[in-house]
């Protein structure tokens, strides 16, 4: 089987994702990885798990959203 593109994934990430930034003060991002790693997380994994907790949803609610109601 061929090698996937990275033009195809970026595709996909596209279309499955949406990015966001975080910044933290300097010295921190040491400290996250080292949670990260403690937890066998990535760092995204982390922050997603903590803002999935946060925001109380189930797995489900956080991989499919509802659209955001309007007014």
């Not at 033009?7 to 949406?18: E, L």
């Not at 996250?32 to 609610?61: F, H, P």
């Amino acid at each position: 089987m061929g090698r996937t593109s990275n033009a195809v994934k970026d595709r996909w990430n596209s279309k499955a994702y949406d990015d966001l930034r975080v910044r933290v003060p300097k010295g921190q991002k040491e400290n996250i990885e080292a949670l990260a790693r403690m937890r066998k997380q990535t760092v995204n994994g982390l922050i997603g798990s903590l803002l999935q907790r946060e925001m109380q949803l189930s797995e489900e609610e956080w991989k499919h959203p509802l659209p955001p109601e309007t007014e």
